[in-house]
Structures are given as C-alpha cells and as structure tokens.
C-alpha cells in the first residue's frame, strides 16, 4: 500500500525524496564510520602567534585546548586510539581528557589546559552541543550562529546582524514545536532541500530531457552541503522568483524575490533578471502591474537595514568589518588570492576556493548560451555578489559553499556530462570532494 502510494507521486518528488535520504543516510552512516575508527579531530594549529593542541571529540561533543609546550619543547601530537593523543618526538602516549602522558618517555607530565580560548577555537556561542552525534556533526558555524539568532535574538553574538533574519525566525517558530532549535534548523534545512531537488528537477526538465534533468540534480547534490544552512531554502526561492517573473505573476515575484533576500542578501541579484522582465513585457503589462515585484522586495531590503541600524553596526550590507571583511573589485578578490596560494602560506581550502571559483566562472562563460538569460544574469549577478567581498586573511572566503547556489551552471555540466567521460570525471570529482570537505567539517575545520 505504501509502496503504491509513493509511486503516485510525480516522478520528480520521486527523485528529490529519494535522492535526499539516500545521501543523508549515506553521510549518517560514514559519520558513523569516522566517529567509530577516528573519534578524536586533533589539530596543532596557531592562531594570532600561538600554538595550540586542540583535542574535539565527536562521540561527546568534548571540547580540550591544551598548551603544547612540555618543559618549554613545542610538541605537536597525532591521534592513537580512541581516546590519546601521541606527541610525534618522543610517542609517548597522552590521555586526551586529562592532557596526562600515561606511558612512553613523558610518563607523568601533563599538558595545561587552555579553557580561556576553548569557545575562540570551537565556538557554539553559548549554545549546547546537540546530544545525538550523528546530527552533532552538522552543528557547525554558521548553523551555530543562525540557532543563536533564533533563541536568543540579534546581539547575543557580535555581528550577528550580518545573518539574515528569515531563517532564524522560521527556527523560532518550528523550535516551539520540536523543542529544540537546531534540529528545528537542520528540519527545515532538509524539507527545503528536498523541495529544491525537485524544483531543479522540473526546471532541468523544461530546459532538456530526463536524463539530462536527473544527472543536473545528482551534480548539484553531490556538491550540497547537508548542514543547518540556508542554501536550499534560497535556491528554492530564486527558482520560485524565477518561475513567477516567467509567467507576469509580479506579487509572487515580489513575494518569492523578498524571502530570497531575507534568507541570503545575494537574492538582490534577483533584480538583474527582474529588470529583464520588466523589460521586455513593457509594452503588454501596464507599470502599475509591477509594483508588487518592486515594493516587496524593497521592502524587506528596508526591514533588513533596520535591524542593521538597530544593531549598531554601518546599514551597507557588504560592510563585514567586524568579520574583517571588506568590499573590493571582484579582481582584487582573485589578485589576493593567487598571491595567498603563491606565498607558500595558504590552507588547502584557500586552493580549493580559488580553483572552484575558477572553474565555475569558466563554466558560465562557456555555458551562458546554454541557459536562459534570466538564469544566466542571476548567476553572473550571484558571482560578482560573491567576489566584491573580501576576508583580509582568506581571500575568496567560503566560495567553495557559496558555488553550490549557481544552480544553473550544473545543468551545462549535465549537458557535457552526456559524454560518459565528463560523467564519471564530475561524480568523482565531486563525491571525493564532498566527503573530504564534510569530514573537515565535522571536525571543525573551516571549510564553509
């Protein structure tokens, strides 16, 4: 009966409900594996000129920050079992709880404690950890702050402002429901996922065939990121945006254009193929008609600037200084970031990011003819968002995330994935990325 009735639903719910719990059993059950054979993320890293051993444990959500200094000998450490640490000089073995050597030539010392910088180097901003561990690993960064904004409201964390408040609201109001705030984010990060599989599903296939409309989706599934994050919920909007400008249905336009940006301030790059539209029916809709798709939109820009000038902080979205961002040219952005790779001084997602934003602008240039303009103007719009804005200390910061909302560039990737060389070359490509970027996640490395 089951079966039956989930075979009445249109074939591309079919696809989306089931590709969404394929991958999110599938990353559940590596999470598994990772917490069962490395359970312990060690680093031995140096923030501001000091060097730090820190210990996390994803079984627990444990945090340790110790000094790795033993009688003034810098010591960097590695994992050894499922709960110690072996310092690389001499291998002697460290309990990961206590920071005690418990056998090997350091037998007796123990490491100090560094509980100051604890919530500097893991920070859940006075939230507590999510108590089951295979949800626990996607409670990370920015779905740390945009729970914190729920529960707490703007101001429990500086410059939190620079989130959107939608989201956070949404979690407010589903947190009433289910009692808890992140896995009322990562709920509504999941419907809306699923929602945006199926929604690029039926664009795909508008724009192609089938096959072209599956091999689009499984692209950019294999690219998402599963966290308590806002990109499916912005995708969903934009493609919503989109249809409704497509059919002269400007309220729902306006409508779908005011959560775009309300959910990411991106959506403003709405307006590009806004303006389009408005162009090009200009001699069969009266102006009055587009009022709708204006004032929305302006409307919740005004909200958004508010709650900016509430805060205390410069009403210009794109003013970060207080995340120690600032705007630029887009090739100032690129500029600084080949100089970062080139200096010997850059993390491997430093490389990552540039080589990603290379790659998918490649791919718009090459694909612009491939989508429709109005497509095509919001991800050249979305790109150029992205790049005006630069981290002084990681150029192109998170784009390697940011990517995954230029929806339409993994239909030309379909396109060119028609020949099974490309295909095989995209999946693997992508997969193999993913679950290295996912495992550096959960292990609180910044990799989004």
């Known amino acids: 009966m089951q079966m039956n009735l989930f075979l009445k639903v249109s ?52 945090r340790r920050v110790y000094s790795p200094y033993v009688e003034n000998v810098l010591l960097a450490f590695a994992p050894a079992g499922r709960d110690s640490v072996m310092d690389l000089r001499t291998g002697s073995l460290w309990n990961a ?25 893991f920070p859940y901003h006075g939230l507590d950890a999510y108590p089951q561990p295979l949800l626990a690993v996607w409670q990370r960064f920015d779905a740390i702050w945009y729970v914190s904004i729920a529960e707490r409201g703007y101001g429990a964390i500086p410059n939190d402002v620079h989130f959107p408040p939608l989201y956070p ?84 336009a306006g409508f779908w254009i005011g959560c775009a940006i309300l959910f990411r301030l991106q959506g403003v790059a709405l307006f590009f193929p806004l303006l389009y539209h408005l162009w090009k029916t200009r001699k ?48 100032v952005n690129f500029i600084e970031s080949f100089r970062l790779v080139f200096s010997g001084k850059a993390g491997y997602i430093d490389g990552l990011n540039l080589l990603a934003s290379l790659s998918f602008l490649v791919l718009m240039i090459l694909g612009w003819k491939r989508m429709p303009l109005e497509y095509g103007l919001f991800a050249l719009a979305t790109f150029v968002i992205f790049t005006l804005r630069v981290v002084d ?39 193999a990325l993913n679950l290295f970027l996912c495992v550096q996640f959960w292990a609180w490395g910044w990799v989004a």
């Open 393 to 431: 200390t990681q150029p192109l910061n998170s784009m390697i995330r940011y990517l995954i909302t230029l929806f339409p560039l993994f239909y030309v990737l379909a396109e060119w994935g028609k020949n099974g060389i490309v295909h095989r070359m995209v999946v693997y490509l992508f997969f």
């Open 169 to 252: 609201w949404m979690i407010r109001a589903l947190a009433w429901l289910v009692g808890d705030g992140f896995l009322a984010g990562m709920l509504i990060s999941s419907l809306a996922t699923i929602l945006t599989f199926k929604l690029l599903y039926d664009l795909f296939l508008g724009w192609g065939d089938e096959a072209l409309a599956r091999r689009g989706v499984m692209y950019f599934a294999i690219f998402f990121l599963f966290s308590a994050y806002t990109e499916g919920l912005l995708i969903a909007a934009v493609v919503l945006a989109l249809s409704a400008m497509k059919n002269n249905a400007w309220l729902q």
């Open 11 to 62: 074939p591309s719910w079919r696809f989306a409900i089931g590709l969404y719990f394929f991958l999110r059993c599938f990353y559940a059950l590596l999470a598994w594996a990772v917490m069962t054979v490395y359970p312990l993320a060690i680093a031995n890293v140096t923030l501001f000129g000091q060097s730090y051993l820190t210990i996390f444990d994803m079984r627990s959500s444990a």
């Open 97 to 121: 709880e206590t920071g005690r050597a418990v056998q090997g030539y350091y037998t007796g010392k123990s490491l100090v404690e560094l509980n100051e910088v604890v919530d500097t180097i």
């Open 284 to 331: 069969t809709e009266r102006w009055i008609s587009y009022l709708p798709a204006i004032l929305l939109p302006a409307l919740t820009v005004g909200v958004y600037l508010l709650l900016r000038r509430q805060a205390g902080v410069g009403i210009v979205p794109l003013d970060e200084s207080g995340l120690h961002a600032r705007i630029t040219f887009p090739w």
